[in-house]
């Protein structure tokens, strides 16, 4: 389950109001973009794109057989394969007016793997 499941399945269930969560995955960008700012692991992946789309300034792609090749200091290489993936990304400018709108801020950008 991720972050915005759980999220959406509190603010359902009364225990949270929509504003908190909100709020709450600002928090979570800001604090992943300033722990990731010091990664010098590089990730590239290619697979079969099976669907992509464009609704509400949000892009979706859905891949089949991927791979990831990751490369990082002193030599560190790998390879992970995958069945399916999910990409949700948005403009990171968009997404900060609506986080900074209900009090929080936003990286610049955001994606979600499945």
Do not use: H
Not at 18 to 37: G, T
Not at 54 to 83: A, H, N, R
Not at 90 to 100: L, Q
């Amino acid at each position: 389950m991720s972050l915005t499941d759980a999220l959406d399945e509190m603010v359902t269930n009364g225990e949270l109001t929509p504003s908190i969560a909100i709020k709450v995955l600002a928090q979570f960008d800001k604090c992943m973009n300033e722990a990731l700012q010091d990664v010098r692991t590089k990730t590239s992946f290619k697979g079969n794109l099976e669907t992509y789309r464009f609704c509400d300034q949000v892009w979706t792609f859905i891949l089949d057989d991927v791979k990831f090749s990751i490369s990082g200091p002193g030599g560190y290489k790998d390879t992970i394969e995958v069945d399916k993936l999910k990409i949700v990304a948005c403009d990171g400018k968009a997404a900060a007016g609506a986080a900074d709108a209900a009090g929080g801020s936003n990286s610049n950008k955001r994606a979600k793997t499945k």
